[in-house]
């Protein structure tokens, strides 16, 4: 009986320790801002609608990845779309484009202007409206 029971301990030893090695490497890098390039949106809409917003953003070379783009609800009627995404720079960086696009569907319920502003600093800003009408 002791003779199993050291054993049932070194083979459980054996694989807790073993399966510390078999442990992913954490990935090194950082969360960071990406370039919103296009925001295709109408001009002009009515109340209760469905509304779609197309929005595609890019980084600039492939140490870039899992990008993600969010829109946000800052007041009543502005909005600002952002995009982010994992940068790994200690690596050599292929030179190529990483995109993603995504389309949000809004529904306004009051008649006015809606105020959309894509990226911020250091990106150029860019700004649309949306005209809602009843």
Wanted: aromatic content about 10%; charged content about 20%; glycine content about 8%.
């Amino acid at each position: 009986m002791k003779r199993k029971t050291i054993l049932f301990t070194v083979i459980t030893l054996l694989l807790l320790l073993g399966g510390a090695g078999c442990e992913r490497e954490k990935e090194k890098g950082q969360l960071g801002t990406v370039f919103v390039s296009v925001v295709e949106m109408p001009s002009q809409v009515k109340v209760g609608r469905l509304v779609p917003i197309h929005v595609v953003a890019y980084a600039n070379n492939g140490c870039w990845s899992n990008l993600k783009i969010n829109l946000t609800k800052c007041q009543e009627s502005y909005y600002q779309i952002t995009a982010m995404g994992f940068y790994s720079g200690d690596l050599t960086c292929p030179d190529i484009l990483i995109g993603t696009d995504t389309t949000f569907h809004l529904i306004f319920h009051e008649a006015g202007e809606c105020y959309f502003q894509s990226n911020r600093s250091p990106f150029p800003i860019k700004y649309d409206t949306i005209m809602v009408s009843e």
